[in-house]
């Protein structure tokens, strides 16, 4: 009987270390898999193959996910990539906004494409900053205007680290997400003068991590002043709070292609911002408006998703 309690307690010691040990290795499994996102099968094998060092394990999964990231974008470079997002970050320095296409509009509102999007906006974003505060033009204009090409998005830092490249980041999704998908354009525009203001919208509008995403989009950057015009009608229907928004909007629905016209053509007029017809108040031209409340527009964007592109 004493034999036998001695073998019932080691064989209870033995098999309590060995559950001891598979709950841990449970736990680690859990946490990569949460870290990463990646299926539990790949997180499990990269455990395995770096003897349950869950640092090793992470970069084992990063550098197979890119490289098969890389030769699924390889493979699908010649799809058609009609639908996406464009994304729009700004302070009072800087308004940066990109366009990111995929093939299908259900991809598009995908978390993970927009969580793309969203990464692209924020490079754009941080190197246009970069570009005003070492820039030397600022003494011959107030404004910065950048444009990003595709190669150009591609090539720019990721996070602040030198080895991620956002085409690197591109091609990791493709492979997650299984549709070609391409950092098309981005613009900025950029000012230290504290008299310039900056204001976007986007259609339809979402937030994500401090980025508006949609469709479409525009920024203006504008200059403020004083209520010069003594239209009561105005002074009753124009909410200045409200204001930058609505012309923003106005720029989504109107495309106007200039501020002022160079020409004396009805076309010209047509497109030119300060002589359209307000869309919020049709009655009234923008710059019936802008003359109205002091403000000046000094320049804008405004970008369609997979729209022609001269």
Not at 90 to 105: F, G, P
Not at 107 to 115: A, I
């Amino acid at each position: 009987m004493n034999m036998f309690r001695r073998l019932f307690h080691c064989t209870s010691n033995i098999s309590f270390r060995t559950s001891k040990n598979m709950t841990a290795s449970q736990s680690l499994l859990s946490t990569l898999r949460k870290k990463t996102g990646y299926a539990i099968t790949n997180c499990k094998k990269a455990l395995e193959m770096n003897n349950n060092d869950i640092e090793k394990a992470e970069n084992w999964l990063h550098a197979q996910a890119q490289s098969q990231g890389w030769a699924k974008a390889a493979k699908l470079q010649n799809r058609s990539t009609p639908n996406g997002l464009v994304g729009i970050i700004l302070n009072t320095k800087c308004a940066a906004m990109v366009e990111v296409n995929c093939e299908t509009d259900f991809v598009s509102k995908n978390e993970k494409f927009q969580s793309v999007v969203t990464q692209t906006t924020r490079a754009c974003f941080k190197n246009s900053l970069e570009t005003l505060l070492s820039s030397d033009v600022l003494q011959e204009t107030p404004i910065i205007r950048l444009g990003f090409s595709s190669e150009q998005l591609g090539a720019l830092q990721l996070n602040n680290n030198s080895d991620s490249k956002l085409s690197d980041f591109l091609a990791l999704n493709i492979g997650l997400i299984g549709e070609n998908m391409a950092a098309r354009r981005g613009a900025a525009l950029c000012s230290t003068n504290s008299n310039i203001k900056f204001a976007s919208s986007t259609h339809p509008e979402q937030m994500l991590d401090g980025s508006s995403l949609g469709k479409y989009a525009a920024v203006i950057a504008y200059e403020e002043g004083q209520v010069s015009s003594e239209q009561d009608e105005l002074k009753e229907i124009i909410d200045i709070e409200k204001l930058p928004k609505q012309l923003c909007q106005h720029i989504i629905g109107m495309n106007p292609q200039s501020l002022e016209k160079e020409g004396n053509s009805s076309n010209e007029e047509e497109a030119a911002l300060y002589h359209q017809e307000f869309l919020a108040h049709p009655e009234y031209t923008v710059r019936e408006v802008l003359d109205h409340v002091g403000w000046k527009i000094k320049a804008f964007l405004r970008f369609e998703c997979g729209e022609s592109v001269c």
